[in-house]
């Protein structure tokens, strides 16, 4: 597993967040023309609100996985350093993690790892360290085995 494949496979899945986000938009919208076509009253003013609530929600999911998608578009495929910093894949001996957007857990064929953002405390710790040293968070000792 290579950098190239990890950060693929994060762009390919906020690709697929971004997708399904707007599929769901799309719905709202329909459901939103058809409430206003067919309804009068309290009741459609309280189905309205909820259905402009949920468009807000969605916009602003929709928005968050954009600014991931920016993110880890700004990362150099050719720049490679041995201490962790942002874009780095760093494999230690409690997991291995992606120090680029906050996605979470992502699942790579049989390689799991946690995408974090660079601002995560976790990433904190471990930024400017390489392979052998060691870093303390919440009273666990990490130390690195590799960094790519």
Same mark, same amino acid.
């Given at each position: ?24 938009? #799309?719905?709202? +919208?329909?459901? !939103?023309? /058809? %409430?206003?076509?067919?309804? =009068?009253?309290? *009741?459609? @003013? ?10 807000? #929600?969605?916009? +602003?999911?929709? !928005?968050? /996985? %954009?600014?991931?998608?920016? =993110?880890?578009? *700004?990362? @150099? ?72």
């Amino acid at each position: 597993m290579n950098r190239e494949e990890i950060i693929s496979y994060c762009k390919k899945k906020v690709f697929e967040k971004l997708e399904a986000l707007n599929s769901e938009l #799309k719905e709202l +919208q329909n459901s !939103m023309e /058809n %409430e206003t076509k067919s309804s =009068v009253g309290d *009741k459609h @003013e309280v189905g309205s609100a909820m259905l402009h609530l949920e468009a807000e #929600k969605l916009g +602003q999911q929709l !928005m968050t /996985n %954009e600014q991931h998608l920016e =993110v880890l578009n *700004k990362i @150099e495929l050719t720049q490679i350093d041995s201490r962790v910093s942002f874009g780095s894949f760093v494999v230690t001996d409690k997991g291995s993690f992606f120090i680029s957007s906050a996605l979470g857990m992502m699942d790579l064929s049989t390689h799991k790892f946690f995408a974090l953002s660079p601002a995560a405390p976790l990433a904190k710790e471990m930024t400017g360290l390489q392979t052998g040293e060691q870093f303390k968070f919440n009273g666990n000792t990490f130390r690195i085995l590799n960094v790519l």
